[in-house]
Every structure is written in structure tokens, then in C-alpha cells.
């Protein structure tokens, strides 16, 4: 395996870090040395910073939507010529089993490629409101984005976020997620195959939370934040963007229910049920954590369920037949544990429950799958994201208390509801305070539709048109032609 060694992007130079200082980044699979990074500090971010307001303010940029979508098309197409690559890198940075890591890279080519188109359809409005008097409402960029991506799905959700601030006309400096900062620069390392993008416009910086995200959150020429992350994250985001009135949009956590009734096509929500909660080993924002089972359907679906889950098949991630990789790192696998001693403790284990050793997985951070059966509401286990292979079965008789069930915790960014009664399903999709309800479905996440929390899941929507509006602003231009 080759370890490679990355740089930050600062104004189309690749450079080392001002201080010469790095990190190094380790697959999750066996402990082996990945990728090398800069550790940056605070003037390797003013740099970066500078380099985006002077792209802004000087590149022709902001004000040409056709550059904009000739730019983002052929990174697209770049990302789609070197997906393997990619894919390779990914899988080694996060663990994830390579063929989760294609479908990721796949899923961060299609936000791409809807946000080169949507960048020329950047509509205003305009009102004839008296004679004489025209007003138009123009959508302008709003400025230096600082972009900052977590390490489950580093390169769909850099795109899913970058792609709209670019197509938007903003200027953008990245700060990656510390374990996956080197398969996320090397997507950007593909824009030196691009000549029409403007130097500038992509700047990264790699780097520690605490001292490069810091620096962007403070920086007083950071006009908006664009974070994917924790609760706490986001919350220390918000405190410190105050300072400097930036805008700020924030998806967070999510402890996402998965209802189904005993009416449903069980066949098929079967997989889905399996996959929203056991891919990429729970490490989703989304992910299917609760299940919330009719009763008829515990001595039936439950069972099926459990031997699905036993069927996966975990190991190194660049083997083909891996189906369940690794949790990211030594801390992220004990929290893990420790929610699954309370889980034992306060409801019915069904399957798993322990760290996995044998064959050589005793080098990785492997946790078997598992499931638990009606633990108490009050239950962190419930109650708080664990973002683990951990699923909490809750049961239910009526609609009503499957949708209490639902509503029950202090998160709201995914939801489902199973049923053939489309009536009763739609009943509780529209009742469900959660910013996606998927109806016989689930993970559906599309570049063309909005995702995004209620509650403290986060504020705004990633994804579709108020995926790129949101990095606008509204100008009204008054015109009086009148004689």
C-alpha cells in the first residue's frame, strides 16, 4: 500500500504547511500508515482566506454562471475518469468496504454534475411596482465560504456542499475531517486538470477542529459557515460565528426513526431496514438507528432481521466480499461499547453487542452487529446518537404511538414509514418533525431534493435548488425609468 503524502491548496499553489508541521492518518482496517497532511494553524488559514477574497473580489467568477458550470462539469467528469483511485483512497482513509466507497464517490459525482447545470439557473425576480418604477430581486454570492466536512462520507458530503456554494458564485476554502483529510484533497488535486477554474476559488487547508476549524469560525473575512458534523460541533459553530454575524448552515445529528406496520411489503422493507442502519457501520447521519416495529411483527420481521445482520460479513476493506467494515478509530469503537454495556443492561439484546477479534480483526476497530429490543425512552441508547453498528427496536400497537415513538427525542433529520395503506402512511409522514419522511423507502438521497434537521439536527437544507440558494444573498435593485 502506498502511503501517500498530501498538501494544502492555497490560491492553485500546493503547499506545506506554514510551520512544516503534519499529521498522519491511519486505515481503520489494520492500523497501517495511510496518508501524511499538513497540520495547519492559524496563518496557513489567513492565507487561505485571503487567497478566496482576492479570487472573489478579482477572478471572473462570481458574475459568470457559464465559467461556473463549464468548471464544475469537468470536475465532474474528472472525479468520474479517476473513480477507482478515489475509491481506493477512501476506502483506505475511512474503512468503509470499497464497494460502499464507489457508491459514495458515484454519489458525489451526481451533486457535481446537477450543480453545473443548476449554476446557470440562477434566478432573480423582478415587480412592476408602480409605472415608471421596475424592482428586481437578484440572487448575488455571498461571499468567502468556509466549508468544513466530517469523516463518514468526506468526498459526497464536501460535494454536496462545495458544488452549490461554487455553482452559487462563492469562493471557497475547505478544512477536511482530520481522519479522511487526505482522500479529500486528492479530489481537489484533480483541479490542476482543469485550466478555466480560477485560481483561488478552492483553497483547503488541512488540519486539527480546534485550530484550523477555529480559525475559519473566527475569521472576520469568512462571510458563511457551511458545517456537516456533531451537536456540539455545531453549536460551538454558531456561538462563535455570532462574533462576526456570518451566516451559518448546520446539519447535525440524528436519531432516525424507521416505522413500520405490520401491513407493509415486509420483503423489501426488509433490506432497506438492514441497510439504513448497518452500512458504513451505522457512521451516518441518517442512519436508520430506530426501528420502530408494529408488535404483531416482533416474533416475525425481528427474526429476519437478526439473521440478515448475522449474515454480513466483516473485513479489510479493499476486498470485494467485505460487507461490514470497521468503526473509525480506537475512541469512536469505546463509546460504542459503552453504549452497548447500557443497552444489555436496560433492554433485550437480540444480536451482538462485543468487539470483533478473530481472523486478523483484532487489528481494526470492528464491532458486531447489533440489535436491541424495547429499551427504556429515557435509555441513552435511545435517546442520543451513537453512530455505531447499534439498532434500537422500539415497538408499537397504534399509529398514534408509533408516531409518539418517533417524535420522542431531541433530533429530526431523517425519518421512514412502511406501510401498503398509503392514507396511514402519509398520515404520519406529514406529522413526523423530521426534515426527510421516506414512504416505502429509505436513504434515499438525491442531489435534485433538500435533506436537512429539525430540531437539533441542524438549520437550512443541503441539497436542490435551497441547497444552492442558501448561498446567496437578495438585492434589490430599484430602477426608476420614469419620464
Known amino acids: 500500500m502506498q502511503v501517500r503524502t498530501y498538501r494544502n491548496l492555497v490560491d492553485g499553489v500546493w503547499q506545506e504547511a506554514a510551520g512544516g508541521q503534519t499529521m498522519e492518518i491511519f486505515c481503520p482496517c489494520d492500523g497501517e500508515l495511510v496518508s501524511r497532511v499538513p497540520a495547519s494553524e492559524q496563518v496557513d488559514v489567513d492565507r487561505a482566506v485571503a487567497a478566496a477574497r482576492r479570487a472573489f473580489e478579482e477572478e471572473n467568477w462570481a458574475f459568470n454562471p457559464r465559467l461556473r458550470s463549464q468548471c464544475l462539469s469537468a470536475w465532474g467528469a474528472a472525479m468520474r475518469a479517476n473513480l477507482e483511485e478515489l475509491a481506493t483512497r477512501l476506502a483506505l482513509e475511512t474503512g468503509k468496504p470499497i464497494n460502499e466507497a464507489r ?127 456533531g451537536l456540539e460541533t455545531g453549536q460551538a459553530i454558531m456561538r462563535t ?8 448552515s448546520l446539519e447535525l445529528g440524528g436519531k432516525s426513526p424507521n416505522i413500520i406496520f405490520a401491513d407493509a411489503d415486509l420483503d423489501k422493507a426488509l433490506p432497506f431496514a438492514l441497510k439504513a442502519i448497518f452500512t458504513n457501520a451505522g457512521q451516518l447521519c441518517t442512519v436508520g438507528s430506530r426501528l420502530v416495529l ?52 436496560c433492554s433485550q439484546l437480540i444480536t451482538g453487542g462485543y468487539r470483533l477479534t478473530e481472523g486478523g480483526l483484532d487489528k481494526g476497530f470492528y464491532l458486531a452487529p447489533t440489535i436491541f429490543l424495547n429499551p427504556p425512552m429515557d435509555a441513552r441508547v435511545v435517546q442520543e446518537e451513537i453512530f455505531g453498528p447499534v439498532l434500537v427496536v422500539q415497538t408499537f400497537k397504534t399509529k398514534e404511538e408509533a408516531l409518539a415513538i418517533a417524535n420522542g427525542t431531541a433530533y429530526g433529520l431523517a425519518s421512514a414509514v412502511w406501510s401498503r395503506d398509503i392514507d396511514k402512511a402519509m398520515w404520519v409522514a406529514r406529522r413526523l418533525r423530521a426534515g426527510s419522511a421516506w414512504v416505502n423507502c429509505y436513504n434515499k438521497l438525491l442531489p435534485e431534493c433538500e435533506t436537512g434537521g429539525y430540531k437539533q439536527s441542524g438549520m437550512d437544507r443541503a441539497g436542490g435548488a435551497e441547497g444552492m440558494l442558501k448561498y446567496t444573498e437578495v438585492k434589490h435593485l430599484c430602477v426608476d425609468f420614469g419620464i
Request: with cysteine.
Open 294 to 345: 408494529e408488535e404483531s411483527l416482533v416474533g416475525t420481521f425481528l427474526p429476519r432481521l437478526k439473521e440478515e445482520a448475522e449474515k454480513l460479513r466483516p473485513g479489510y476493506c479493499m476486498e470485494e466480499s467485505t460487507t461490514l467494515g470497521p468503526v473509525i478509530s480506537q475512541t469512536q469503537l469505546d463509546t460504542i461499547l459503552e453504549y452497548m454495556e447500557e443497552g444489555k443492561a
Open 241 to 248: 460565528a455570532a462574533d462576526t454575524m456570518k451566516k451559518v
Open 103 to 229: 457508491f459514495e464517490l458515484n454519489s458525489s459525482i451526481g451533486y457535481v454534475e446537477y450543480y453545473a447545470a443548476a449554476a446557470r439557473t440562477l434566478y432573480g425576480t423582478s415587480t412592476a411596482v408602480e409605472p415608471g418604477l421596475l424592482s428586481v430581486l437578484a440572487r448575488e454570492p455571498v461571499g468567502v465560504v468556509a466549508v468544513i466536512t466530517p469523516w463518514n462520507y468526506p468526498v459526497t458530503l464536501l460535494m454536496r456542499d462545495m458544488a452549490p456554494a461554487l455553482a452559487a458564485g462563492c469562493t471557497c476554502v475547505l478544512k477536511p475531517a482530520a481522519q479522511t483529510t487526505g482522500c479529500t484533497l486528492a479530489v481537489l488535486e484533480l483541479l490542476d486538470q482543469i485550466p478555466a477554474f480560477p485560481k483561488g476559488v478552492v483553497n483547503a487547508v488541512s488540519g486539527r477542529g480546534g485550530t484550523a476549524g477555529q480559525a475559519l469560525a473566527e475569521h472576520p473575512e469568512v462571510d458563511m459557515i457551511s458545517l456537516t458534523g
